[in-house]
């Protein structure tokens, strides 16, 4: 079973449209993350959000934005796609009030052309 | 700023020797490190916690130390295998974070049979 997925795997889009990436848990966690991997592989946060808080990293754009229909889901809403957006986008989840371990999904490779 | 460093060179070993990584922080108070692993197209795998008064937690061939006042977490693997090879991310979340997880660059790990 798996237990982080994303939907889709490959995304290619031109700049200027809105696209979304998909991402949901089945381990029951009550906590699910955003990242980014650059072409230099850096990781970097864009926000987490349990049912209580968001939290977002300065950093990230306002065209971003997570939405959650629900405990298992965070969807990723990117509005006006920029060529500096191309990355993959990972998405996590984990028990924060147990545990501190976060459990990743296989990425979506955004690239903006 | 704050930064996390790690050998952004890639570590080439021969199987059955120790691998032994870095991971360097700068303007950081962590209630705890992690150290994830991640294979080329997918995403980062949790592997160990060690939290701020602990000095060296273990598990099967990995090894973790942090030393707090250094501002340094070293992770060994010892008997390595070609199995073994990938690369390894360091990530810290400071106190009242709400989770959130910052990334060292990794460094990418070579086991050569």
């Known amino acids: 079973d798996t237990a982080v997925s994303q939907t889709p795997k490959y995304l290619v889009t031109q700049m200027g449209n809105d696209k979304s990436i998909k991402c949901e848990q089945n381990?029951?966690?009550?906590?699910m993350y955003w990242y980014k991997q650059d072409s230099k592989k850096f990781l970097k946060i864009m926000f987490s959000y349990n049912n209580k808080e968001l939290i977002i990293n300065e950093t990230v754009p306002n065209r971003f934005s997570p939405k959650s229909p629900d405990k298992a889901h965070l969807n990723l809403h990117i509005n006006s796609l920029e060529l500096g957006d191309s990355a993959v986008y990972f998405c996590?989840?984990?028990?924060?009030?147990?545990?501190?371990?976060?459990?990743f999904g296989p990425g979506t490779r955004l690239t903006v052309t | 700023s704050q930064k996390i460093e790690q050998n952004s060179e890639a570590l080439n070993i021969q199987e059955g020797k120790t691998a032994t990584l870095t991971c360097n922080y700068t303007?950081?108070?962590?209630?705890?490190l992690q150290w994830y692993r991640q294979d080329p197209g997918r995403g980062p795998v949790f592997l160990l916690l060690i939290r701020e008064n602990e000095k060296e937690k273990r598990k099967e061939r990995l090894k973790v130390t942090f030393d707090t006042t250094l501002k340094q977490s070293l992770f060994h693997i010892t008997a390595s295998q070609p199995a073994d090879s990938a690369t390894y991310l360091c990530a810290l979340e400071e106190d009242n974070a709400g989770n959130m997880l910052t990334f060292g660059g990794g460094t990418r790990l070579m086991v050569k049979p």
């Open positions: 381990l029951g966690h009550d906590t």
């Open positions: 996590a989840s984990s028990q924060a009030s147990v545990t501190y371990e976060q459990y």
């Open positions: 303007n950081y108070s962590p209630a705890y």
